[in-house]
């Protein structure tokens, strides 16, 4: 099967590489020509588990190549796959459209008969209805199936989750394009995870599926404020509730609210979706509120600790929006330094074993970038863990206790050794338990 991927960012790129690996011959294509520069000599642009490993495999097997011409990509195609962006509108919050409308209509001459159309993006109900009718008005000869086929893949494990998904959705009429999708996929293993619906019910399960898992961490995390209160404990909580089959163990981790390129933007535009159709969806816009608060009190935490301190030093572990990517994109960790810094002049020092770059794009020189977790602790009044890097539970505390000036400890991903923390005489504050 020949496949083009348009776009090739965080969605589009292992997508590529996962089907190539399938043994589908795939093109890869994307505008930003020093982009597909590099990835021709199989330099990864982005920091994703296994990629680099199975891009090269797949480069010099002549599985996968790339290009930044659209005809050449689409000419020979049997599915084209549509991923590129849907950035929120920074005033209404509802997906930004022009990236997908831009490439379908630079695809369109293209396109050869018989083809399947497929998006990927992220988007609102009717979108690729609307898709569907721009390509016929600029191309009505070709015959086509434009269909819905989401992601559901996280960030740093996205190799894995293409290769073991829970289900692939595929959003289509039409049997030919949901015949050529199974053919994509080759094995039975994957076919029987298919699940075929209407186009609009698969664009609306991204959305809701997104919403749901944000909306769960938005309830542990209210829970673990309560836990504070009352003096139980929110990984015993989020335990106990988990081992019911029908609520489930996974998306009940307390921390510092939800944030990357998808919860945050996939809520807002949910709640824009319903808002435009007179439906109340209140679950969803109280979870928006709620992470949106969270940050400011995650922030007020920070400050709180440090009231008594003039031009406070602080150190952070953790940029990235979660650990195992160097994505930033509404990260939690850095929407609080950023309140921190409007509230206070307090010096912060940070670290990130990956997302040191992205961050600095972001934060440009208001914060300091350390080389490692001690560097960032130097002279510090108190140390917030703010990623879930598995290396931060074994930093050293002796060398952390020699270098900062108040032992302080704030792990808001409650992952230092509880017993030894204060052994070692700091005083420790946790999430949603003592
Ligand atoms: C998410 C969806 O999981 C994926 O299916 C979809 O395709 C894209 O959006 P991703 O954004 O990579 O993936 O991150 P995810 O692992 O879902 O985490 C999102 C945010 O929620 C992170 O900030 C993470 O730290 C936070 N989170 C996650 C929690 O705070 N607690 C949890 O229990 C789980």
């Known amino acids: 099967m020949k496949v083009t991927i348009i776009g090739t960012g965080y969605v589009g790129l292992p997508t590529g590489v996962c089907l190539a690996e399938f043994g589908n011959k795939v093109m890869c294509a994307d505008k930003d020509v020093s982009k597909i520069d590099k990835l021709k000599r199989g330099e990864v642009t982005l920091y994703e588990k296994d990629l680099e490993e199975l891009l090269n495999k797949n480069l010099n097997s002549g599985q996968i190549k790339f290009t930044s011409s659209i005809k050449e990509a689409v000419s020979k195609a049997d599915i084209i796959i549509i991923a590129v962006g849907t950035p929120p509108n920074p005033v209404t919050h509802e997906a930004d459209l022009q990236y997908i409308f831009k490439a379908a209509e630079e695809i369109s001459p293209y396109i050869k008969d018989n083809a399947t159309i497929a998006i990927k993006s992220t988007v609102p109900v009717g979108t690729g209805d609307k898709v569907e009718m721009l390509i016929r008005n600029k191309n009505n000869d070709v015959k086509f199936d434009l269909i819905s086929l989401p992601e559901f893949l996280r960030e740093g494990y996205a190799i894995y989750d293409f290769m073991n998904p829970d289900r692939i959705v595929v959003g289509t009429d039409s049997e030919r394009a949901y015949k050529q999708i199974q053919a994509l996929y080759k094995t039975s293993y994957y076919k029987e995870k298919m699940i075929k619906v209407s186009r609009r019910s698969s664009e609306l399960i991204k959305?809701?599926?997104?919403?749901?898992?944000?909306?769960?961490?938005?309830?542990?995390?209210?829970?673990a404020n309560l836990c504070e209160s009352v003096d139980a404990d929110i990984l015993e909580v989020s335990y106990g509730m988990g081992k019911d089959s029908r609520i489930g163990n996974k998306f009940l981790n307390a921390g510092i609210g939800y944030g990357g390129s998808c919860f945050p933007k996939d809520t807002q535009a949910l709640s824009y979706i319903a808002k435009l159709n007179n439906v109340k969806l209140n679950l969803v816009d109280e979870t928006i509120l709620g992470n949106y608060l969270r940050i400011k009190q995650m922030a007020n935490r920070i400050l709180d600790a440090v009231k008594e301190i003039k031009n406070p030093k602080i150190a952070i572990l953790g940029l990235a929006f979660k650990n195992g990517t160097d994505d930033c994109r509404e990260s939690p960790s850095i929407n609080i330094i950023k309140e921190i810094l409007n509230k206070t002049n307090a010096n912060i020092s940070a670290y990130d074993p990956k997302a040191m770059e992205n961050a600095y794009k972001i934060l440009g020189d208001k914060i300091k970038y350390a080389k490692n977790e001690y560097e960032a602790s130097e002279n510090a009044d108190v140390l917030v863990i703010l990623?879930?890097?598995?290396?931060?539970?074994?930093?050293?505390?002796?060398?952390?206790?020699?270098?900062m000036q108040h032992k302080k400890i704030l792990d808001f991903k409650n992952m230092l050794n509880y017993k030894l923390v204060l052994e070692k005489g700091f005083s420790y504050s946790r999430i949603g338990r003592k």
């Not at 959305?207 to 829970?223: C, H, P, R």
């Not at 290396?391 to 060398?399: G, K, Q, Y």
């Open 207 to 223: 959305y809701a599926s997104n919403a749901f898992l944000a909306m769960k961490i938005q309830f542990i995390n209210e829970l």
């Open 387 to 403: 990623t879930e890097w598995g290396e931060f539970a074994n930093i050293d505390l002796d060398i952390i206790e020699s270098k």
